[in-house]
């Protein structure tokens, strides 16, 4: 009797001393500290595992795409070609390496399952404007004027061609797709599938000859870093390249970070970095912390530039010494990112404005004659409501 007793009291204290070693239990474990990475450098059997080659390519992509939005000669079918692909496959460009693959920035336009239906149509619909109405004016030389599209050069130099509310499409359409692609599919498509590990991403298997040996949820995290670093020459390593060339988020991000908000490089970088670092240790409450931190940064960069560019529009606009092509280029690039506030995040979660609101606010731009009718008060009410919803 006195040896089971003695037994029974040994089991008991090695249960009770497993139990308290336990993780993930009854909440009381601290949480694992996820160190910050000196680089967005992660490797598997020796072998970076970052790739984001399609984020890339779609980014070279657009910059073509915005040449092609400005360029008289190019074809409605010619410009949605490299808009939307043929029979699934991505041409047109002059770029020939962009051509022939399943990489589509049509595809990616406004396409988590947080946008709205409604938008990936208003960029076809630009594109049918600038061909079909814009285009043939510039090659008859016809002056811009209040209802009339045609080209316009100011007294600064700049030459516009604009449709007959004034606005320039390729900036629109430029502008709105920073939040209704790289926005869009950061913070509501990747970014969002690893948040609360809601989309289930398979974070087990590693295959070495799949995305080099990353798992899927490592995967889709450094397909969301793509959207935003994926023209850097060096991806662990971005800050010094990584606006090169990008006409999209990068570009913006740089500008934010040199004006508005000075630092929001490294906000970014390094929420982006920690977050990667937790994902790959499977800290699932470090990996949320640092996704939140990135999506309310590049909803502030989008906020920012809206209220910026109905300002500096406000200013050069509506007086007698105005220089209206400067004027229309501003509002033109303020109307696209007012089209990407609704891709934005906030402190609750949502976006800083809907799509209803947003297109209140467009077809406010749009009214009579369009940017040709606006006055400075009208632009300034319209930054102060931005910003009085963003608290910027």
Request: proline share 2%.
């Amino acid at each position: 009797m006195k040896k089971n007793n003695l037994f029974q009291i040994l089991f008991l204290s090695l249960v009770v001393i497993f139990s308290s070693c336990s993780t993930g239990g009854d909440g009381d474990d601290p949480t694992p500290v996820v160190n910050m990475p000196d680089s967005y450098e992660f490797l598997y059997e020796g072998t970076s595992t970052v790739a984001c080659a399609g984020q890339t390519a779609r980014l070279k992509m657009a910059a073509e795409l915005m040449s092609a939005m400005n360029d008289e000669i190019k074809t409605k079918s010619e410009i949605m070609t490299m808009f939307d692909g043929d029979n699934g496959s991505s041409a047109g460009f002059a770029d020939a390496t962009l051509n022939g693959t399943t990489k589509i920035v049509g595809s990616k336009t406004a396409a988590s399952s947080q946008a709205s239906a409604t938008v990936k149509a208003q960029f076809d619909a630009m594109v049918t404007e600038f061909a079909d109405v814009v285009a043939p004016a510039v090659v008859a030389l016809t002056d811009a004027s209040a209802g009339v599209a045609g080209v316009h050069t100011g007294p600064g130099g700049r030459t516009v061609k604009v449709n007959a509310k004034g606005m320039e499409l390729n900036q629109c359409f430029g502008k709105g797709l920073i939040g209704g692609m790289c926005a869009d599919q950061i913070l509501y498509k990747y970014l969002a599938g690893v948040y609360l590990n809601s989309a289930n991403y398979d974070h087990v298997i590693r295959d070495a000859s799949s995305n080099n040996g990353a798992t899927e949820k490592e995967h889709k995290y450094d397909e969301g870093y793509g959207y935003l670093f994926g023209l850097a020459s060096d991806l662990a390593l971005p800050e010094s390249s990584y606006m090169t060339g990008d006409v999209l988020l990068a570009k913006y991000t740089n500008k934010v970070n040199n004006g508005q908000e000075v630092g929001i490089f490294n906000t970014l970088f390094e929420a982006f970095k920690l977050g990667r670092a937790a994902v790959t240790q499977d800290v699932q409450s470090v990996a949320d912390e640092q996704i939140d931190v990135v999506r309310k940064a590049i909803s502030r960069i989008i906020a920012y530039k809206a209220i910026d560019y109905l300002e500096s529009a406000a200013a050069s606009g509506g007086n007698a010494s105005a220089d209206m092509a400067d004027y229309f280029h501003d509002l033109s690039e303020g109307y696209g990112f007012i089209m990407s506030l609704q891709f934005t995040f906030d402190e609750g979660g949502t976006p800083y404005f809907t799509n209803v609101e947003v297109n209140n606010m467009l077809a406010s731009l749009e009214a009579g004659n369009g940017f040709w009718d606006r006055t400075d008060q009208e632009l300034t009410d319209m930054a102060n409501n931005i910003k009085s919803r963003t608290s910027l």
